[in-house]
């Protein structure tokens, strides 16, 4: 089975400024998606960005961006100029592509944003 | 707006005692999961509806079960509830079929087991 791990149980940012959230994965599969959730507390889980594996170029939604690295395996999100609600749980998820009906998540990364 | 609805948003209920969890959606989405999350951790997937087939986790406890009576809604029986199955309880739909969809979920049901 995929497995997906974030290595960071919780982050710390100022407002305005950076922050890069890390993912890693395993798989043997060469055609896959991978996600980014996020999750604010006591609201639904939304989806921030989605990567196709097959793409060389990296998402990118607004101030949400992903470095994907295929052959390391990795998949991380850059918050650029951090807002106050982007505090929230972030978790990395990852999809065949042909098995649609199978997500598998990461332990979730909790970003704190100081004003 | 089309959207995933839960309810009821919170739900308390006794150690042993049936309880009913209820999810509809707008979405006209084929297929329906079913997930406990527990503090700080991530998703676990309990099983999926794809249409009318149900697909069970391995690990899935017996206790819990599921139901579809038609596309829009999803229930999710937990027939003797412990104090280890106090969490969130989130419903997700996708539609299976678009190679580049994800999962939309709703806001989730808080079960708190006394």
């Known amino acids: 089975a995929q497995t997906v791990t974030q290595s960071q149980p919780e982050m710390s940012v100022q407002e305005a400024e950076t922050v890069t959230l890390s993912c890693t994965y395993d798989t043997s599969e060469s055609d896959y998606y991978l996600f980014w959730y996020k999750q604010p507390p006591s609201r639904q889980m939304i989806l921030v960005i989605r990567?196709?594996?097959?793409?060389?170029q990296n998402a990118t939604e607004n101030r949400f961006s992903v470095n994907f690295q295929k052959a390391a395996k990795s998949f991380s999100l850059k918050i650029s100029d951090s807002q106050l609600g982007d505090a929230a749980m972030y978790f990395c998820a990852y999809r065949h592509l042909y098995n649609f009906n199978k997500f598998y998540f990461g332990s979730g990364t909790k970003l704190n944003v100081k004003p | 707006d089309a959207m995933v609805i839960q309810n009821p948003r919170y739900q308390v209920t006794q150690f042993g005692k049936p309880v009913t969890l209820s999810c509809s959606q707008t979405?006209?989405?084929?297929?329906m999961y079913w997930y406990q999350q527990k503090s700080s951790q991530a998703p676990k997937l309990l099983f999926h509806y794809y249409d009318k087939d149900f697909n069970n986790e391995a690990d899935t406890p017996d206790n819990f079960q599921s139901r579809r009576p038609n596309t829009s809604f999803c229930f999710l029986d937990i027939r003797s509830p412990g104090l280890g199955d106090a969490a969130m309880y989130l419903c997700?739909?996708?539609?299976?079929?678009?190679?580049?969809?994800?999962?939309?979920f709703g806001p989730g049901t808080r079960l708190t087991v006394l």
């Open positions: 979405l006209n989405h084929n297929v």
């Open positions: 990567q196709e594996a097959y793409k060389q």
């Open positions: 997700a739909t996708s539609f299976s079929g678009s190679s580049s969809d994800t999962q939309y």
